[in-house]
């Protein structure tokens, strides 16, 4: 009845199984399957992609979806559905399409700045003014932003949060295309891209495994493992012939992913991902990004609470332009899916080198905390604003910096946060 996920289980057995063997030998599977998921991403597939067509102007039958959903904590999958007629056995989006991923790259480049905690912090000025970037065929690319807005300087985790495309080359270019595909490599993703500027903004092409696997690595705080849809083989007998523990490895540093996730929070909470609110709660503390390939082809989501990860891809087989952006067609399939399932908050685990400072957001320096305006902002410790700033008698901070007293904030919980950096 599931073709879709069957299809993976086949192929990973495929991988130490002759075919055969598997057809003739009565041999019994486990699997990571999870029915009650599964049937809440078909149902999330078929009643949001008939309101989108209907909403869009299209003939019904015109869109296609495909969708992962995971187990934090294990890579485990629960549910795929590769295409809208979940039911029908055929070509499997899920594990063969390879569409540009679009913004869902940019995670990648953000997590490489964090991963220099002396250089970058959450709140560390990106220049969102118009660049040209020159390329290899002696030509200039001139990238741009959604809205064709430039926004000045923004800070970081801002220029995440609201996806913009000219901060994100102009950081991935002072970071080194390498030092970002490298990222993309710890995080899971096993193939090698071309080094052109433009792949900091998606042009590369990947199936939703692929994603899902890269977005499992942030989810997980930087601890790789490979996706599993297989827990054992057994013979007839009931004797176990084959065994897929969990393997882990920490491929990243637990501090900068948490300080990654805090930006994907606020995604959801006051950027280009802030419509799910609408569907779920605030509180369950959703991490995500949105994806929006060129000509509005491709639309992507990927996104996690405290134990499922589920990445969504919306789209026409013949690739021609849906007019949707990542926030107007796979989130609402990946919104659908997640009221219809119990998950947990996200409230990711605080590595012990993080420490909680109250800035002035407007200049980034400390500041005490009966000045107005002032928030707790997480910082990898010794990355702290080294100035800091008085009260006016206005209650804002001076404009003369004073010797830091480094005045740590207390760790606000997930509302304080949102009260605080996200506004």
């Not at 942030?218 to 969990?246: E, M, N, T, W």
């Not at 490895?249 to 996730?261: F, G, H, M």
């Not at 969504?312 to 949707?324: A, E, H, K, S």
């Not at 910096?401 to 946060?417: A, L, Q």
């Amino acid at each position: 009845r599931f073709p879709a996920f069957m299809d993976l289980v086949k192929r990973r057995l495929l991988e130490e199984y002759p075919e055969e063997e598997l057809r003739s030998e009565g041999l019994r599977i486990f699997t990571t399957f999870d029915p009650q998921i599964q049937f809440a991403a078909e149902s999330a597939v078929t009643d949001r992609l008939d309101a989108i067509e209907r909403r869009q102007g299209f003939p019904s039958g015109e869109l296609e979806a495909s969708v992962i959903i995971t187990a934090t904590g294990s890579n485990e999958v629960l549910g795929l559905v590769g295409g809208r007629k979940s039911e029908e056995r055929g070509f499997n989006r899920a594990l063969d399409a390879r569409r540009s991923i679009g913004s869902l790259i940019k995670p990648a480049v953000y997590l490489t700045a964090l991963r220099s905690p002396t250089t970058y912090t959450l709140i560390s000025p990106l220049d969102d003014g118009p660049i040209r970037v020159k390329n290899r065929r002696n030509d200039y690319w001139t990238p741009q932003n959604y809205d064709l807005q430039h926004h000045g300087m923004v800070p970081l985790y801002r220029a995440l949060a609201h996806s913009y495309n000219v901060a994100t080359v102009r950081l991935g270019l002072e970071l080194g295309l390498e030092n970002v595909f490298n990222t993309v490599h710890d995080l899971g993703v096993k193939k090698e891209f071309e080094p052109f500027p433009s792949a900091l903004l998606g042009t590369m092409s990947m199936s939703v495994l692929e994603v899902v696997q890269m977005y499992q690595t942030i989810a997980s705080s930087g601890f790789y493992s490979p996706v599993r849809a297989i827990h054992g083989v057994y013979k007839p007998d009931g004797s176990a012939l084959q065994r897929y523990p969990l393997t882990v490895n920490q491929n990243i540093d637990p501090d900068a992913v948490y300080l990654l996730t805090k930006a994907l929070q606020a995604v959801v909470v006051e950027g280009t991902a802030d419509s799910l609110k609408k569907i779920l709660p605030l509180k369950l503390g959703v991490a995500g990004k949105t994806g929006t390939t060129d000509d509005l082809r491709d639309s992507w989501f990927a996104g996690f609470t405290g134990n499922h990860l589920a990445v969504v891809w919306v789209g026409r087989d013949d690739n021609r332009p849906t007019g949707l952006t990542g926030a107007s067609g796979a989130l609402q399939l990946w919104g659908n899916l997640f009221s219809k399932i119990s998950t947990a908050p996200l409230n990711p685990t605080e590595p012990e080198n993080i420490n909680w400072v109250v800035v002035d957001p407007v200049t980034g320096y400390q500041a005490d905390r009966s000045c107005s305006g002032t928030v707790a902002i997480p910082f990898i410790d010794g990355s702290e604003p080294e100035k800091m700033m008085v009260c006016g008698r206005d209650g804002r901070p001076d404009g003369a910096p004073i010797p830091s007293r480094k005045e740590k904030g207390s760790k606000p919980n997930f509302m304080d946060w949102v009260k605080g950096i996200f506004q």
